[in-house]
């Protein structure tokens, strides 16, 4: 949408003057419940209502009195960072009879407030809706009772509720992700990750048990991350004489020289005849037919603890945002709707549609028809299955199909957290649809020297949590050495490529179409996955490697925070990576909570940086203690990090004090984040199949010969959309000289930052969520639930 046709809401308009805003928390506590709870209270405030905490839930607004209480600027203030919720939460009997339902309308009119935003799991918002639809009716008993006065059931007719799903099982229909699902997936595989280097001293078999009574996402997901050899969920429980499959298949690996086993079961793990299956019963099992020494692991309320991760911070902070818009533009006629998550986007949906769907979930479970589970999960949900299947069970080579086509695989640029997932992910899938594949060492570089060699099933074990790239990357582009490179392809008889990289990988793809003209060797199906921290690669939204990125420098700036806790008023002034793309600056800034990003997409001078000093100053004299600015590596050739560091610290003097940190090569180090190490997984699994598909089109009389623009793309995720792009299509979308895309959607949340920061701005809302109908399979196209 053109600038001039963008749908604002200025600082000065107060839209929602008047209104009255209460949040409450409620069920199982979730990780970035606060950032909701934060980002709800100042996006409140930032449009004029007032705002109001219900602490402890619903049993907070069933007791009333010092349970609900005005939020303000400063009470949501360092809460960002924390686990859990800080305005508690409980599971309320009282609420759900009518008598308490009653106490809690006369507590909510008391005070004049008619819209609720509840964080909860379907529980706690199909409570809500019921509230809210007997609203009326409860003020009538009320007047009856002489408690309020007729003009109070004018006054507060409707009752609006607006609900954000915080819960770790990512268990309800309608979102992709669910606040603090990411969270909990990073503790365990924090777990897992520290549990495999004891199996693989000993030569163990660990079973992991992992939440989800009645889901299996956190026992799938992190299956498929951590490459486990068996997984049991309840959608889909394993077929009859799983006991002696699964013994064989561990078997099979630890002949293939494996020296540990990994099974990972959801609480709720079911067989099919509805019978628990328990982790003491697998053991006993593997210790009876195998002998190997095998150990349980239950992890527990360890997955609801913790810091929440980047992905969780900015998902409740959209979330919350979104919340309050909803809010204020629901009329009496509107229904209770729920703030979703698809793909890149928020969108908004009916709150009941989506309970519904999540309770035929269970009863199609119940009702043994797994099928129907796994596909009224969502297409997220299928997929993960689908993929975890492909690449933890190798067919017998009898089965494989006979293509006779030679893939190679190799890496481009610098390195990023989860490249060898997706390596793994492509040999893997490439194997099953019978290809032969082939890695590449030090990408281009190693391409032209020969560096080429066959990779195997098993070569790719335990690649999935390994940070860097295995197979070495280079940023040498191809164009100089085109001719050795086609020689190699010759050589190899190479009859496809993936490209796994970052900016050079589009670079080279489209030298290699270029080059297309000169050597037929290139005229074959070539594939580039956007993998690198910067993520400025044109025609995608993420790349491989940003999330764990994100994370290295979340968790820097809290711990960077935290040592000022206790000392004097202090600006802390960071510098991250990224090149010319702000994007690690202006994200990693919401999701810690900065008070400024500094980067090149946005050009600043020195009023700019004058304001932000005095705006910090004002606060630093009223409320916080601790400031941070973030400034992207190029963000200005002459507002260096020293620069801005030496002017806070002069113009701060007598408020506070500054320190600066250049964060540098960390944010590249490090084991993938379960995001990285999935997208990688599932975007290389679909990469593949393209590869297969264009292979079998494009072979005519015994060669592979494919010289069209649509034969050479790059696999992006598009807001809600994974979409394969021709590179040349990409050309005119992309600023070579600053190596960034023209546009980038990740600007749009930049006000979002500043609003959350405390600054007078104007927000952008032509691209909020309208409410939409939820849909029981999207179509393949554009499944962009593939993230997670």
Known sequence: MAQSESKKIFFENLYGAGKAIAVLTSGGDAQGMNAAVRAVVRMGLYVGAKVYFIREGYQGMV?????????????????????????????????????????????????????????????????????????????AELVEQGSIEQQSVQTYSALHIVGMVGSIDNDFCGTDMTIGTDSALHRIIEVVDAIMTTAQSHQRTFVLEVMGRHCGYLALVSALACG????????????????????????????????LNIIIVAEGAIDRNNKAITTECIKDLVVKCLGFDTRVTILGHVQRGGTPSAFDRILASRMGVEAVLALLETTANTPACVV???GNQSVRLPLMECVQMTQEVQKAMDEKKFEEAVKLRGRSFENNLKTYKLLAHRKPESELPISNFNVAVLNVGAPAAGMNAAVRSAVRVGISEGHKMFAVNDGFEGFYKGQIKEIKWADVGGWTGQGGSLLGTKRTLPAKHVGKIAEQMRTHNINALLVIGGFEALESLLQLYEARATYEEFCIPMCMLPATISNNVPGTDLSIGADTALNAIVETCDRIKQSASGTKRRVFIIETMGGYCGYLATVAGLAAGADAAYIYEEPFDIRDLQANVEHLTEKMKTSIQRGLVLRNENSNENYTTDFIYQLYTEEGKGVFDCRKNVLGHMQQGGAPSPFDRNFGTKISAKAMQWVTKKLVETFRQGRVFANT???CCLLGMRRRAL???????????????????????????RPLMKILAKYKTSYDVSDSGQLEHVVHNRPKDSDASVAM
């Not at 792009?725 to 070579?736: R, S």
């Open 709 to 711: 623009e649509d034969s």
């Open 723 to 749: 979409i394969f792009q021709p590179v040349v299509q990409l050309k005119g979308e992309t600023d070579f000289v600053h190596r960034i895309p023209k546009e980038q959607w990740w600007l749009k949340l």
């Open 228 to 259: 486990a050899d068996w997984v049991l969920i309840p959608e889909m429980p394993p077929e009859d004489g799983w006991e002696e499959k699964m013994c064989q298949k561990l078997s099979a690996n630890r002949a293939g020289m494996k020296r």
């Open 63 to 139: 007791d009333g009195g010092e349970n609900i209480t005005e939020a303000t600027w400063e009470s949501v203030s360092s809460m960002l960072q924390v686990g859990g919720t800080v305005i508690g939460s409980a599971r309320c009997k009282d609420f759900r009879t009518h008598e308490g339902r009653l106490k809690a309308a006369l507590n909510l009119v008391k005070l004049g407030i008619t819209n609720l935003c509840v964080i909860g799991g379907d529980g706690s918002l199909t409570g809500a809706n019921l509230f809210r639809e007997e609203w009326s009716g409860l003020l």
């Open 340 to 342: 979703s998550l698809c």
